[in-house]
């Protein structure tokens, strides 16, 4: 480049002062990517080039010494190749330490525990698991990333805007096998408002457990409707007493009427009175927030309750609907309401003499529903089912937490713990959960690890039936609903001991429901109860 004029000279000098620069720039970068600063890059490349014969220091270059500023912008994007470097890689959000809350379920926390290690396995970061009481419930989650929690305080969680959103790319990502989970569950219970709000872990409903082989040699099919369980109550009995003292099962009907049961089992009892095709609310009045518990149908539901309870009243009214699963697979009585738990969530190594004919079907439900509008009872049409399921009597759902800084891990875990594979591994640890997927209908066992084969299929079937087609009923869920189910659970009792009448009770309950939601604030009581049923009241 020593000839030619002066200006094509400098022109020269530039462009290879420009690729040098290029070269060291890659050459410092590749070195120590974190030293990439202004001034250690420019010192770097003037010390590089400043070594070269015809660099800085050289004579000639003085034009491209006075240009060195431009240089050291033109040196970050010329590169020896063109090519920028790669930006430096964040770690995988799945890696994030997350802190995860068990409420109110100490096996399910031991269970979460142990899976600690498959979590990191999978790509997943640290996990601490806590355990903490329900009363704590909504302090604990002030601390949480992930919160594993009863069903009843959704509402409260959900009000207290404590519950993040799973966003539709996690949720319809094809590890999460969400459409294989149970619709009611996806549907109705996982959602408050239109949004997706948790994932569940396994929601027991009621179902009729039964002695298929006493009912056969009595010519008896199991009931449909609650009609039908009265009739069949009432020749049983006939039967019974004909035979003596000897008779075998002791009890024909056993309902689960234990304190904070009694209400549940009502609400069961109620569902199909309560659900018409062209209503949409069920326990309140979805514009005045009025209760609708001493309505006709609620009546009916409590009086036929109360008869069918009365024979063997001392002994349903110490039942839950596990224990009433056990007292059936004791010999104790022909038909009873509730769900089967494994052995080891019963916290027992003692296993059940579970009957070879054991059986189930779904809760009996009822062929007319009223209809608040015209009060009258309107039959169903032939296309309908005479059963309606009550949704959220017992069961455990996780949740991510709002505002947290790895929500997207936590629903990651929360994604991964409720999938297919590990599923089976938490939700058989309680007693509050069981199956909610389609795959687990493959394998019942582990849930119900007592019963033979044929009832294992029985049961997944009848839940499956419960839970994908029918109409559902579902249990209060908004802000204050112990308080709630424990007025109705003292009606209930009361009304089953003999103290109240049914409607009597039912009117008293009404007006301990409207105290509640006064003192709650009818405002936000009214957006909750829109919420739980799907609804979003106006901003």
Same mark, same amino acid.
């Given at each position: 480049?020593?000839?030619?004029?002066?200006?094509?000279?400098?022109? &020269?000098?530039?462009?290879?002062?420009?690729? $040098?620069?290029?070269?060291?720039?890659?050459?410092?970068?590749?070195?120590?990517?974190?030293?990439?600063?202004?001034?250690?890059?420019?010192?770097?490349? +003037?010390?590089?080039?400043?070594?070269?014969?015809?660099?800085?220091?050289?004579?000639?270059?003085?034009?491209?010494?006075?240009?060195?500023?431009?240089?050291? %912008?033109?040196?970050?994007?010329?590169?020896?190749? @063109?090519?920028?470097?790669?930006?430096?890689?964040?770690?995988?959000?799945?890696?994030?330490?997350?802190?995860?809350?068990?409420?109110?379920?100490?096996?399910?926390?031991?269970?979460?525990?142990?899976?600690?290690?498959?979590?990191?396995?999978?790509?997943?970061?640290?996990?601490?698991?806590?355990?903490?009481?329900?009363?704590?419930? +909504?302090?604990?989650? %002030?601390?949480?990333?992930?919160?594993?929690?009863?069903?009843?305080?959704?509402?409260?969680? %959900?009000?207290?805007?404590?519950?993040?959103?799973?966003?539709?790319?996690?949720?319809?990502?094809?590890?999460?096998?969400?459409?294989?989970?149970?619709?009611?569950?996806?549907?109705?219970? !996982?959602?408050?408002?239109?949004?997706?709000?948790? +994932?569940? !872990?396994?929601?027991?409903?009621?179902?009729?457990?039964?002695?298929?082989?006493?009912?056969?040699?009595?010519?008896?099919?199991?009931?449909?409707?609650?009609?039908?369980?009265?009739?069949?109550?009432?020749?049983?009995?006939?039967? &019974?007493?004909?035979?003596?003292?000897?008779?075998?099962?002791?009890?024909?009907?056993?309902?689960?009427?234990?304190?904070?049961?009694?209400?549940?089992?009502?609400?069961?009892?109620? *569902?199909?009175?309560?659900? &018409? $095709?062209?209503?949409?609310?069920?326990?309140?009045? !979805?514009?005045?927030?009025?209760? =609708?518990?001493?309505?006709?149908?609620?009546?009916?539901?409590?009086?036929?309750?109360?008869?069918?309870?009365?024979?063997?009243?001392?002994?349903?009214?110490?039942?839950?609907?596990?224990?009433?699963?056990? /007292?059936?697979?004791?010999?104790?009585?022909?038909?009873?309401?509730?769900?089967?738990?494994?052995?080891?969530?019963? @916290?027992?190594?003692?296993?059940?003499?579970?009957?070879?004919? =054991?059986?189930?079907?779904?809760?009996?439900?009822?062929?007319?529903?009223?209809?608040?509008?015209?009060?009258?009872?309107?039959?169903?049409?032939?296309?309908?089912?005479?059963?309606?399921?009550?949704?959220?009597?017992?069961?455990?759902?996780?949740?991510?937490?709002?505002?947290?800084?790895?929500?997207?891990?936590?629903?990651?875990?929360?994604?991964? =713990?409720?999938?297919?594979?590990?599923?089976?591994?938490?939700?058989?640890?309680?007693?509050?959960?069981?199956?909610?997927?389609?795959?687990?209908?493959?394998?019942?066992?582990?849930?119900?690890?007592?019963?033979?084969?044929?009832?294992?299929?029985?049961?997944?079937? +009848?839940?499956?039936?419960? =839970?994908?087609? $029918?109409?559902?009923?579902? *249990?209060?869920?908004?802000?204050?609903?112990?308080?709630?189910?424990? /007025?109705?659970?003292?009606?209930?009792?009361?009304?089953?001991?003999?103290?109240?009448?049914?409607?009597?009770?039912?009117?008293?309950?009404?007006?301990?429901?409207?105290?509640?939601?006064?003192?709650?604030?009818? *405002?936000?009581?009214?957006?909750?109860?829109?919420?739980?049923?799907?609804?979003?009241?106006?901003?």
């Amino acid at each position: 480049m020593g000839d030619g004029p002066p200006g094509k000279r400098v022109r &020269h000098a530039r462009h290879a002062l420009t690729r $040098r620069a290029g070269c060291a720039y890659h050459a410092a970068w590749a070195a120590n990517p974190g030293l990439l600063t202004t001034n250690n890059v420019t010192q770097r490349v +003037v010390t590089q080039l400043g070594e070269r014969p015809g660099g800085l220091a050289g004579g000639r270059s003085r034009h491209a010494r006075a240009k060195l500023p431009l240089l050291c %912008a033109i040196m970050l994007v010329a590169g020896c190749t @063109g090519q920028q470097p790669p930006p430096p890689r964040e770690p995988p959000p799945r890696q994030a330490a997350l802190r995860v809350v068990v409420a109110g379920d100490a096996v399910l926390a031991r269970a979460v525990s142990r899976l600690r290690g498959a979590w990191q396995e999978a790509g997943g970061g640290e996990l601490t698991v806590v355990e903490t009481s329900a009363d704590e419930l +909504v302090h604990a989650a %002030a601390n949480a990333d992930v919160l594993l929690y009863p069903v009843r305080y959704q509402g409260l969680l %959900a009000e207290q805007g404590l519950l993040d959103v799973l966003p539709a790319v996690q949720r319809e990502a094809p590890d999460a096998a969400w459409n294989d989970i149970f619709e009611s569950l996806r549907v109705k219970q !996982l959602a408050w408002g239109d949004q997706t709000v948790a +994932v569940p !872990l396994g929601l027991p409903v009621y179902t009729c457990m039964y002695r298929a082989k006493v009912l056969e040699q009595q010519g008896l099919q199991p009931p449909q409707t609650w009609a039908e369980l009265a009739a069949l109550a009432a020749t049983l009995r006939d039967r &019974h007493t004909d035979a003596g003292d000897t008779a075998e099962p002791r009890h024909v009907v056993l309902l689960p009427l234990a304190e904070g049961w009694a209400g549940l089992t009502f609400l069961c009892h109620a *569902a199909a009175y309560v659900r &018409h $095709r062209d209503q949409y609310s069920d326990l309140f009045d !979805l514009d005045s927030l009025d209760p =609708l518990v001493a309505g006709p149908p609620f009546v009916k539901a409590l009086t036929e309750l109360s008869a069918l309870a009365g024979p063997g009243r001392d002994r349903n009214l110490q039942l839950t609907p596990t224990e009433a699963f056990q /007292a059936i697979c004791r010999g104790e009585c022909v038909l009873t309401l509730g769900w089967p738990v494994p052995v080891s969530a019963r @916290g027992t190594s003692s296993p059940l003499e579970v009957p070879v004919d =054991l059986q189930f079907a779904e809760a009996p439900g009822a062929d007319a529903a009223f209809n608040r509008d015209t009060r009258e009872w309107d039959a169903r049409t032939p296309t309908e089912s005479p059963h309606v399921t009550l949704l959220g009597a017992e069961g455990r759902l996780g949740s991510a937490i709002k505002g947290r800084p790895h929500s997207q891990a936590a629903w990651e875990f929360l994604l991964w =713990l409720s999938g297919p594979r590990w599923s089976e591994r938490v939700s058989t640890s309680s007693a509050a959960a069981t199956l909610f997927r389609e795959a687990h209908l493959r394998s019942p066992g582990p849930w119900i690890d007592e019963l033979r084969p044929t009832a294992a299929r029985s049961y997944g079937h +009848v839940l499956q039936q419960s =839970l994908t087609q $029918r109409p559902v009923l579902l *249990a209060p869920r908004l802000p204050g609903a112990d308080r709630y189910l424990a /007025a109705l659970d003292r009606a209930v009792r009361a009304v089953v001991i003999g103290e109240r009448k049914p409607r009597e009770a039912l009117r008293a309950t009404a007006e301990e429901w409207k105290q509640i939601t006064a003192e709650l604030d009818i *405002a936000r009581q009214k957006r909750a109860y829109h919420a739980s049923l799907g609804l979003l009241l106006e901003p």
